[in-house]
């Protein structure tokens, strides 16, 4: 038997593994997943969004250590979406003290800041808390941690969203 995989199917699995099916399922209308995802709806246009967000992410003492965009890769080929972006944001002695009390929590590393460009020309500001991202791996270290980055979360959409 041989097994084909298309290109696309290939794309669709790097997005998903990108965006994270949790996160997926939230705006999919699971209620509980959805009250621990603060979504943000801003005024301001997608890119200009994206770079305050990149200076926010800095600002706040985070790296920004990945981007994934469809509408960047999709652009590159001649077609036009409503703009996307997921940004990768983490910092690496966070990372240290995750791995001390759970390698298995090395997946959920770096955590995600989703940004998309609404109809309406404005953009929405979307990421799962860090400690419900945590929470199932049932580890007082991690749990501890993830509560120092919940603020730190929560301040880097508030100063790139204000107005």
Known sequence: ?????????????????????????ALAGDTAALRETRVVDVGKPFDALVLHLEQAIKDNNMALVAQASASRGAAARGVKIPGNMV???FRNDYAVRMLEASVEAGIEAPLR???TEQADGGTRVSYPLPSAVFRPYGDARIDAMAKELDPIFERIV???TAE
């Open 158 to 160: 508030r100063d790139a």
């Open 87 to 89: 940004l990768m944001v």
């Open 113 to 115: 800041i989703y940004v």
């Open 1 to 25: 038997m041989s097994v084909r995989i298309r290109l696309s199917q290939i794309a669709a699995v790097i997005f998903v593994s990108a965006v994270g099916v949790p996160y997926g399922s």
